[in-house]
């Protein structure tokens, strides 16, 4: 073969692959993945997912495809990414990240099967008729991680015996807000604790909000559930560590990462399980007749170099309580 015949091949054969590729790729059904945060914190979870289809048989590349469409921590963006994949025509919808990006899935279609994990219950919010029957085109996973407030409040006590006021931050943007507030008010009331309510829903908020912290002498802080948090993780945890404020978050990622405690459900499991949802309706089931999934394991893990480098010596008891110490 000539030299520039031979070129001329090279260049045709290049041109074409991608449109074989693309070809054959456009035969796998599309997962379409909506999430109200950003990529990075949630690596592991995405990683759930993924292990989750792989249990069903489908693995991302080879016979699925997977659209992504991250928010960044801007809620209202998700009503237009979520119309975004609808029009993409993805054969399964999965709304992740709380509950504004369950609202924008819904929203933007009726007829497109929705998986969805939540922290709340997803009865109470309307999003399902049932557990057991979700009904109409939505199932999902129930994370249960804003439940725990109160649990969590009772953790900052019992390592910091007397404290006298915890700081709370909570997101005034989340549709669960008035929940958070009431349950954790309600639990504070109950032993007496006093506590300072400080919101945030941005990046500027959290600074403010660690500042007043520090104005107010507090002695402990309770992070409240919230998609924005988690997305902001690392920032939050170096703030509450340059000003010595021991906090307790949702997720174990915060005291892996640094933070001083966490108490919650594994998440990723909760992911890997909306993955097995998701692997179930590509098979051909209907979303209405899958039953939500509640995840029923909870962790508590103490990260004791944050203890000793924020002056605190752990309880045994409280050390004895924990599934995971970290040294």
Sequence with gaps: MRRREFIAFVGYTVAVWP???????????VI???????PLPWENYVAGFRAGLKEIGYIDGQNVAIEFRWAEGDYDRLPGLAADLVRHKVAVLVATGGSPSIMAAKAATATI?????TGFDPVRQGFVNSFS????NITGVNLFVSAMESKRLGLLRALIPGVQL????LNPTSPVHVEQLREVQEAAGAVGQ?????LASNVSDIDVAFATAVRLHVGAMLVGSDPF??????KIIALAARHTVPAIYEQREYALAGGLMSYGTNISVGYRQAGVHAGRILKGEKPGNLPVVQSTKFEFLINLKTAKALGIEVPPNLSAEADEIIE
């Excluded at 099967?113 to 994990?117: D, R, S």
């Excluded at 915890?166 to 931050?169: G, P, S």
């Excluded at 006093?194 to 400080?198: A, D, E, L, V």
């Excluded at 948090?229 to 690392?234: A, G, H, T, V």
């Design 19 to 29: 449109l074989a590729a693309r070809a054959e790729q456009s035969t796998m059904p």
């Design 32 to 38: 379409g993945f909506l999430n109200s945060a950003s």
């Design 113 to 117: 099967p929705i998986v969805f994990t």
């Design 133 to 136: 029957r979700p009904g109409d």
């Design 166 to 169: 915890i700081a709370v931050l």
């Design 194 to 198: 006093q506590i300072h309510i400080m």
């Design 229 to 234: 948090f988690n997305s902001q993780r690392d």
